[in-house]
Each structure stands twice: as C-alpha cells, then as structure tokens.
C-alpha cells in the first residue's frame, strides 16, 4: 500500500476534479466511490459557464454527449405568474449519469484508483504519525497523509465525526426524473409550488432534467410521491402541464432525503471538505455543479502548492470562504423568496419590474469564469 496516496472519500464531481489534476501532476490518488459507474444522482443537471473554459483548457469537457445549451431563465409564481430573464453567463445542460462515468474514465487515464462499491466507516487522524487512517465497510484499514471527503450532501461519515449540521433536522426532500418533452430547449424554468419548487432543463440526448425540491412533511402527509405530486405540486398550472405532456423515462425517481442548507465548514475533523460536503447552495440558484468541480480544484491547488497539511488546510479553508461562503449565504437568503405564494409572486414582480435588480441577485450566487 502506498503510504504517500491521497485518498479521496466519494466519487463525485469535487472527487473526480481533484483526482484528476492531482495524479495529472504526478500524485498517487485513491477515490473510494460506494457505487459503480455508471449511476444517477439528485442533481438539476445545469452547470454554470463559470467552469466551461477551466473543464475546456484540461480536457474535460464532454463535448462529445452535445450538452443543452442554455441562456434563458423562467420563474414561475405558485400561481402560474410568469417572468423571464436572459443568463448573461448561462451555462449547459448534462446529466450526472454521462458527466460523472465520463470524468471517471479520464481519472482511470491519469492513473487514479478507485475503490468503488466501498464505503469508508470511520476516519481517523494520527497526530503524532501525522497520518489518517480510513476504515472501510470491506475491512480494509488505509493510511494516507490527506484525505478529501468529497462524498456529498449527507453521509454515515458525518455522524461519524459528529458534525454540528445533523443537530438540525432538514425539512426537505429531493427528486429527479428524466423525461421527454416539447419544451424550450435554451431555458432552465423553475416552477413554484406552495412548499417547494420544480426546476427543468434540457441535457444531453434530447432528454429534459425534472428537479424538485419538496417537504417531507407533505410527502408524509400523502402518503406516496405520486400523490404529493397531485395534491401539492400541480397546484401551479405549469407543473401540471408539464407531467400531462411528459414521457417519464424511468420506471421511479431518484430520490434523497433530509438535504440540508446549514452552514458547514471546508476543514474539519483535519479533513478537507469538498463539493456539497463542505457546504450546499440551495438548488434554485442553480450553482452546485460548478461549485463541486470549483471545490475540487482549489483543493488540488492547495495541495499541490503546499507540503505541510495546516498549510493546505489554512490554503484551502481561505480560498473555499474567498470564493464561496458569501454566495452560499445569498443562497440561503433567496430561498426565503421560493416556495410559498406571496413571496414567490414578490420574486416574479421583481424579475418583470427591475430585471437588473435580479441580474444582480444572480451575480450574487454565481462566480467569474475560472481558469
């Protein structure tokens, strides 16, 4: 076993960006992934162009799948009220299921390994050996003088290191379909309803990205998905459009629960936190893709420029709050505007009235083009 091997826990976009440029620069990298690829994830599937001329410049860009573009943005009140607004920065469409196997296979090319249907149960740090040890579901026990925990949005790992975000139970609960529709194929639309919000975008291969994000409340109130749906969701007339048009390509949804937008930090427990692990823009602005590939490479950066593991963290932990923690903020402050009647009519006036008043607020959540 190499003992100098930067282990990663979770093989997601934060993991695999920051695989890919630390063994591209000579570092031996392990990624411990619970699933094969490929697979799909809860995810609205649009990323912002703050991350297309970096993905451009390091070949990893999947061109080759045609990804949606898009420059359109469409708010809908729960009510049906309507406003739109041009993306001045856009972004494309494509779905994790294609994204993910294919940064992977371009992982495998540099030379990461990969540990996949394993889970790490227990993470440790040696002060003395200055070294961590990960304990997997497999019986494995491996050193390693880093560690990035990149695993997402909620994990046994953070039970584990008891982490003060699981203190507060999260009311929401995501899911995603994929479909086939006549739709606008250069818009992301994000649909209110009273208790969430439905977004929906093209991605590769004709297909559209079906995203909510609901209450666990309601779903137990329902009873089931289909009858949240049809009680609370169809309430705004697009959204009832839309499933009345639509060919739903699996036989049931991907699914996750207790998501939560609490604050978070990029070190803890000596680990460095990556992607949706160090903290989780609410969905409706529309930037955790590009945040978890942003994550993967300042953490690689920080590697790669520093030797000892306070400096990368110090590195690190500075660059995650320059680039980040504001936006998350915002992020949590407009999503006070979504889900409920009025304040959803408030965000629909506001993007009709004062269009450079929500310009702004988009800035706000989103980053410059990375290089």
């Known amino acids: 076993m190499d003992e100098n091997q930067i282990t990663i826990i979770g093989g997601g976009l934060s993991g695999l960006i920051a695989a890919y ?45 045609e990804p949606a573009e898009i420059n359109t943005f469409r708010l809908s009140a729960v009510n049906g009220a309507l406003a739109e607004i041009p993306l001045d ?22 030379g990461v390994k990969f540990l996949l249907k394993t889970q790490a149960s227990t993470i440790g740090f040696k002060a003395a050996q200055n070294v961590f040890e990960v304990n997997t579901n497999e019986g494995d026990l491996l050193t390693a003088p880093i560690v990035l925990a990149a695993y997402g949005k909620r994990s046994r790992i953070d039970k584990y290191l008891d982490r003060g975000f699981l203190n507060q139970r999260s ?4 899911i995603k379909y994929h479909i086939n529709i006549a739709h606008e194929e250069n818009m992301v639309a994000l649909h209110n309803y009273n208790g969430g919000y439905l977004g929906i975008n093209k991605i590769e291969n004709g297909a559209f990205n079906l995203c909510y994000l609901g209450s666990r409340e309601q779903l137990k109130a329902a009873g089931n998905i289909q009858s949240m749906e049809e009680q609370y969701l169809f309430k705004n007339p697009h959204i009832k459009e839309i499933y009345s048009r639509a060919e739903f390509l ?5 699914v996750i629960n207790e998501i939560s937008f609490a604050t978070k930090s990029p070190v803890e427990n000596q680990l460095l936190m990556i992607g949706d692990a160090a903290g989780m823009i609410t969905p409706l602005c529309g930037n955790g893709m590009a945040i978890a590939i942003h994550t993967g490479k300042l953490a690689a950066d920080a590697i790669l420029k520093h030797k000892k593991l306070a400096m990368i963290q110090k590195a690190y932990a500075k660059a ?14 407009v999503q006070k505007l979504f889900g409920a009647p009025f304040v959803s009519n408030l965000a629909v006036n506001v993007i009709k009235k004062s269009p450079y008043l929500a310009k702004k607020l988009i800035l706000q959540t989103h980053g410059q083009p990375i290089k």
């Open 250 to 254: 699996w036989e049931k949804p991907e």
């Open 89 to 110: 920065l856009g972004g494309f469409g494509i779905s994790r299921y294609n994204l993910d196997y294919f940064l992977y296979k371009k992982c495998l090319n540099v």
């Open 21 to 65: 440029l630390l063994a591209k620069e000579g570092k031996s990298v392990l990624v411990i992934e619970k699933k094969e690829y490929p697979f799909h994830r809860v995810c609205g599937e649009y990323v912002s162009n703050e991350v297309r001329d970096f993905l451009i410049q390091e070949d990893l860009f999947p061109s080759s799948f």
């Open 320 to 333: 995650w709050n320059q680039y980040f923690f504001s936006r998350l903020r915002t992020g949590r402050a």
């Open 171 to 174: 009311p929401y609960v995501g």
